[in-house]
């Protein structure tokens, strides 16, 4: 994808043409024009954020689905911290099924809830062995069957591990899209489909991917960085967070700071460091 040859930067949104935005929302905004702005804000999303990538480290379809269930009110970095020790301790299904509990809890302890995610663990070792021959299934249904998987951590592994398209709704992907007037849902599972209509198929992985990215590095819970972001001409919320650049570029965060500050026309060398607070993995 490349980014939209209509694409503005913030600084060129006025607080009448963002209002205005907003009003056509709030009133309705009719499909067509929607599913432009969606386009629109999906190359602009891409080319903001081209490293755009499930943040968990695996090698397999198994190494994925662990690090997910381990993932749960847990950031990803946590959990790339203690999954190399335990798939090296657990390389099978097996493995897993036959653990030794008080062994298990201790190698995961530092993720939170570490009992729950044990019995996961176990049960869904158990369930790929006595069901599937040991090896972890590839259909949305057959995953979240297995004890610990629900439908985002499936569609986490459909995606990422199988290549088979799959949208990823987490606390950042619901509030993202319900702030961008994609959609209004609420549920999760409604969420995924209204957005599964709006965007190609072959794009469902990456746009979760995309969103992720942007809501853990500009568009913040409690303090979007307005002013610094790539989206604003085409987003209804713009104005919720500070609008005055030199503010907002504080507010960006990550590894590729240098690139999203360069995409609005902030100079990394001008802009003030990115300010502490709010945790950039936070919902
Ligand atoms: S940072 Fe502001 S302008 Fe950008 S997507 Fe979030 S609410 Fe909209």
Same mark, same amino acid.
């Given at each position: 994808?490349t980014i939209a040859s209509g694409s503005k930067p913030a600084?060129s949104v /006025?607080?009448?043409?963002?209002?205005?935005?907003?009003?056509?929302?709030?009133? =309705?905004?009719?499909?067509?024009?929607?599913?432009?702005r969606?386009g629109r804000m999906l190359r602009t999303l891409a080319a903001t954020?081209?490293?755009?990538?499930?943040?968990?480290?695996?090698? /397999?379809?198994?190494?994925?689905?662990?690090?997910?269930?381990? %993932?749960?009110? %847990?950031?990803?970095?946590?959990?790339? %911290?203690?999954?190399?020790?335990?798939?090296?301790?657990?390389?099978?299904?097996?493995?897993?099924?036959?653990?030794?509990?008080?062994?298990?809890?201790?190698?995961?302890?530092?993720?939170?809830?570490?009992?729950?995610?044990?019995?996961?663990?176990?049960?869904?070792?158990?369930?790929?062995?006595?069901?599937?021959?040991?090896?972890?299934?590839?259909?949305?249904?057959?995953?979240?069957?297995?004890?610990?998987?629900?439908?985002?951590?499936?569609?986490?592994?459909?995606?990422?591990?199988?290549?088979?398209?799959?949208?990823?709704?987490? /606390?950042?992907? =619901?509030?993202?899209?319900?702030?961008?007037?994609? /959609?209004?849902?609420?549920?999760?599972?409604?969420?995924?489909?209204?957005? =599964?209509?709006?965007?190609?198929?072959?794009?469902?992985?990456?746009?979760?991917?995309?969103?992720?990215?942007?809501?853990?590095?500009?568009?913040?819970?409690?303090?979007?960085?307005?002013?610094?972001c790539t989206l604003a001409a085409d987003c209804?919320?713009?104005?919720?967070?500070?609008?005055?650049?030199?503010?907002?570029?504080?507010?960006?965060?990550?590894? %590729?700071?240098?690139?999203?500050?360069?995409m609005v026309?902030?100079?990394?060398?001008?802009?003030?460091?990115?300010?502490?607070?709010?945790?950039?993995?936070?919902?």
């Amino acid at each position: 994808m490349t980014i939209a040859s209509g694409s503005k930067p913030a600084a060129s949104v /006025t607080a009448r043409s963002a209002a205005r935005l907003a009003k056509r929302v709030a009133e =309705g905004e009719p499909a067509l024009g929607r599913s432009r702005r969606v386009g629109r804000m999906l190359r602009t999303l891409a080319a903001t954020h081209p490293d755009a990538h499930c943040e968990l480290d695996f090698t /397999t379809p198994l190494e994925l689905a662990v690090a997910t269930i381990l %993932s749960a009110q %847990s950031t990803d970095k946590m959990v790339n %911290s203690v999954t190399p020790a335990l798939f090296r301790r657990y390389p099978t299904a097996l493995d897993y099924a036959q653990a030794d509990r008080a062994e298990l809890e201790e190698m995961i302890h530092s993720t939170g809830f570490f009992r729950n995610k044990a019995n996961s663990l176990i049960g869904m070792g158990q369930a790929v062995v006595e069901k599937h021959d040991g090896v972890l299934p590839h259909t949305l249904e057959e995953l979240v069957a297995l004890p610990g998987i629900g439908r985002k951590t499936a569609n986490v592994i459909l995606g990422n591990a199988f290549g088979i398209p799959g949208i990823t709704v987490d /606390t950042h992907f =619901g509030r993202l899209v319900r702030r961008w007037g994609w /959609t209004q849902e609420e549920d999760p599972v409604k969420v995924e489909h209204a957005i =599964g209509a709006l965007v190609p198929k072959r794009d469902w992985t990456m746009v979760s991917h995309y969103v992720i990215f942007h809501g853990r590095r500009v568009c913040h819970a409690r303090k979007p960085a307005c002013g610094a972001c790539t989206l604003a001409a085409d987003c209804p919320t713009y104005g919720a967070g500070p609008t005055d650049p030199v503010q907002a570029a504080a507010l960006v965060k990550g590894p %590729s700071r240098t690139h999203l500050l360069a995409m609005v026309g902030i100079p990394d060398d001008e802009a003030p460091p990115a300010a502490g607070g709010e945790d950039a993995d936070a919902p």
